[in-house]
């Protein structure tokens, strides 16, 4: 089963599907833990611009060539092969955050990027999608105590605002797949809510 979780930043995706997996090992399941941007040679490249290149104007076409170039290397030689061996794969971030960030939070052509964003899965969609929704400005506080800021990090409220708006809309759009889960209130009563969630899709 594949599993994704989305959410704007701080909304706790890192740190909810970090419980979910040892939730889920502790009952038995194979379980792999992964993310995006930020796997394999690509995905490390990606991840060290965006935390160190503070000068680098990416365009955001380039934006969306590389996270979807990342895209499908981790599919094709880490999420499917997992998915074939039986596991459970956990993926903090996948394509509904390219359609988000790079089609309604920077605008480009949404019919191009809804394209490249699933092409980029190669055919693969989630089962499951948990969209942890929170205020922006309640998530942006939360990462002030975090350090290791990113490009994304420093975009105007604004530029969250329309994310958080953008998520809300798909899930409206696809509710079979997106659960939308209330992300403000304690750590472990929304664990709990998406363990039920969880294994409720399990349970299909
Ligand atoms: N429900 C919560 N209540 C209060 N603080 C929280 C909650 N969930 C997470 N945090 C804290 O908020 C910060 C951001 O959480 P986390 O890193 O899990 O978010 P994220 O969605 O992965 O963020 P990013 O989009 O930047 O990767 C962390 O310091 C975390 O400990
Ligand atoms: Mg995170």
């Not at 490249?116 to 089962?127: H, I, T, V």
């Not at 506080?141 to 953008?166: C, N, W, Y």
């Not at 696809?174 to 998406?194: F, H, L, S, T, Y």
Request: glycine residues 8%; charged residues 30%.
């Amino acid at each position: 089963m594949f599993i994704t979780f989305e959410g704007v930043e701080g909304s706790g995706k890192t740190t909810q599907t970090g419980l979910l997996k040892d939730f889920l090992l502790e009952r038995g399941y194979k379980v792999t833990l992964t993310r995006e941007p930020g796997w394999g040679a690509v995905g490390k490249l990606i991840r060290r611009m965006l935390l160190e290149e503070r000068d680098l104007e990416l365009d955001p076409l380039a934006e969306l060539c590389l996270f979807c170039a990342d895209r499908v290397q981790h599919v094709r030689d880490f999420i499917k092969p997992k998915l074939e061996q039986g596991e459970i794969v956990i993926c903090d971030r996948f394509n509904d955050s390219t359609l988000v960030y790079q089609g309604y939070g920077r605008k480009l052509d949404l019919d191009l990027v809804k394209k490249l964003a699933k092409s980029s899965a190669l055919g693969l969609e989630p089962q499951l999608t948990i969209l942890l929704n929170l205020p922006v400005k309640l998530g942006l506080s939360r990462l002030k105590k975090r350090s290791g800021k990113t490009k994304m990090d420093e975009e105007p409220v604004e530029f969250h605002e329309r994310i958080r708006q953008a998520y809300v809309f798909i899930a409206q759009k696809e509710p079979g797949r997106i659960r939308v889960v209330n992300a403000a209130g304690d750590i472990k009563e929304i664990q709990e809510e998406i363990r039920s969630i969880v294994l409720e899709c399990l349970s299909k």
